[in-house]
């Protein structure tokens, strides 16, 4: 059996001390398998950000273990986790997060940057990327000339191109308009059709609709774990998308 791509073991997050102490996670434990399609919901103070921040290496536990595909987090230095952040998890924002002024390649190509591929890889992989999420005409578009829809696609390619082990979108859909949400949502169910493990943070209940498994928290701490019925079928990709979805490695 393949070792989870999260192990979170006794998760406790406290900020400040004495009497300003806040407890943002109270002994969490949280595993999620290779493929599986994951909801995290809960009102604001329940703990959903802060367990985001530790999944995606953004932030630290002051208690237990984190196990990123099997890595213990807690024992890398600093820029070790930076490596293991840019290799091993591709984020989708509610902002988008794009590069203003920047056409839509090379704002996906910016993670192989960072991971130092050469250009011409990075723009192959790029323009395959946004294939693949209906944009193969989009490519020198800047931010500005898209939609909210396209920048948050935008967003899932360059969140994808490195073939990241685990995808975390944190309310994705929470810029976007209705038919642009349903689009971003078949494309987060196509991407896990074809092997992709995500982590959906959202209070939506029609996004966590989409995932297999719908994880509550209230006051740091899970309430309940339920796994539900797939969508019926895989869905199809963005229009446009002309490439095979591998499955993620």
Do not use: W
Not at 57 to 86: F, H, P
């Amino acid at each position: 059996m393949s070792r989870p791509v999260i192990d979170l073991d006794g998760v406790s997050k406290v900020y400040g001390s004495g009497e300003a102490e806040v407890r943002a996670l109270a002994g969490v434990h949280l595993r999620v398998e290779r493929g599986d399609y994951v909801a995290i919901m809960g009102a604001s103070g329940s703990g959903k950000s802060t367990m985001m921040n530790l999944i995606g290496c953004l932030d630290t536990a002051t208690r237990g273990r984190y196990r990123l595909d099997g890595i213990d987090v807690a024992s890398l230095a600093e820029s070790q986790v930076a490596k293991i952040r840019n290799r091993k998890i591709g984020f989708v924002f509610q902002s988008f997060n794009l590069i203003a002024r920047t056409p839509a390649i090379d704002n996906v190509a910016l993670p192989m940057a960072y991971a130092k591929v050469r250009a011409a890889e990075r723009n192959r992989r790029a323009a395959a990327a946004l294939g693949l999420v209906g944009l193969a005409d989009r490519m020198d578009h800047r931010p500005n000339e898209l939609s909210g829809g396209q920048q948050q696609r935008v967003a899932i390619a360059r969140a994808i191109v490195t073939e990241p082990i685990l995808l975390l979108a944190d309310e994705p859909t929470g810029a976007l308009d209705s038919r642009s949400t349903h689009e971003v949502m078949a494309l987060f169910d196509a991407l896990n059709s074809r092997g992709r493990t995500l982590v959906i943070i959202t209070h939506e209940e029609e996004v966590a609709a989409h995932a297999k498994r719908v994880v509550h928290m209230r006051d740091g701490s899970v309430i309940s774990d339920v796994r539900q019925g797939a969508l019926t079928g895989p869905p199809p990709l963005a229009a446009g998308a002309h490439l095979q979805l591998g499955a993620a490695s």
